[in-house]
């Protein structure tokens, strides 16, 4: 665990109830939270309720500390399970402190937030997306330039049943799913090679 204080051990404290949502996903973060003590549950809120749960985090802990260290939203929502006593540490402070470690130790910290952000936000899209959803987003992430200038395409490197059970779903659904984004001219291509169409209409489905 990254000790505390090698940010900003007086950053302000704050007290929630149980219940309390106290993480939101998507939203861009200022400030780091420091869970001094209690329990947070992590997962997707619709509203003000937890309504898909991935785990639980007991202080002291860095709340979504994998968003701060690469700069990106949090990839959960967070819901006080208790009373919870949080730490508001300003992000620019946080990384301040990253700057501070070496430079292999920072290397090692950025890859494995890496590993742990790609994890997280595929468990939460398997929690929150359809298999439409799922297979729009999949396929947006591994898209690669193809062919005409600004056209994209997917090279399925994999055999189609490893590639559903990253998405959670079963090959034979994998397989209906891609005919019905043929037949909604979103995608296009056979065999190996998928092409993205329309990766905006993709972008729509996907919810990014």
């Excluded at 959960?76 to 501070?100: C, I, K, Y």
């Excluded at 994890?119 to 193809?146: F, G, I, N």
Aim: net charge neutral.
């Amino acid at each position: 665990m990254l000790p505390l204080n090698l940010f900003d051990p007086t950053a302000e404290v704050q007290t929630f109830a149980a219940g309390t949502p106290v993480l939101r996903r998507s939203v861009a973060m200022g400030e780091v939270l420091h869970v001094d003590s209690g329990r947070v549950a992590l997962g997707v809120m619709e509203g003000d309720v937890l309504v898909h749960q991935l785990g639980v985090v007991e202080g002291p802990f860095w709340l979504e500390a994998t968003a701060a260290v690469l700069g990106l939203p949090s990839a959960v929502d967070g819901v006080a399970e208790t009373a919870v006593t949080l730490r508001r540490v300003p992000l620019s402070a946080f990384q301040a402190g990253l700057n501070a470690l070496p430079a292999s130790a920072l290397a090692v910290l950025h890859d494995v937030a890496q590993a742990h952000r790609q994890q997280t936000e595929l468990a939460v899209s398997r929690l929150a997306k359809d298999a439409e959803a799922r297979c729009a987003e999949w396929l947006l992430r591994h898209a690669e330039p193809a062919g005409e200038a600004g056209s994209m395409a997917v090279m399925l490197r994999q055999r189609k049943r490893l590639i559903a059970a990253q998405l959670g779903i079963a090959p034979e659904t994998l397989s209906r799913v891609l005919r019905h984004l043929r037949e909604q001219s979103l995608i296009s291509g056979s065999g190996r090679v998928v092409n993205l169409v329309d990766p905006t209409g993709l972008r729509s489905l996907a919810g990014v």
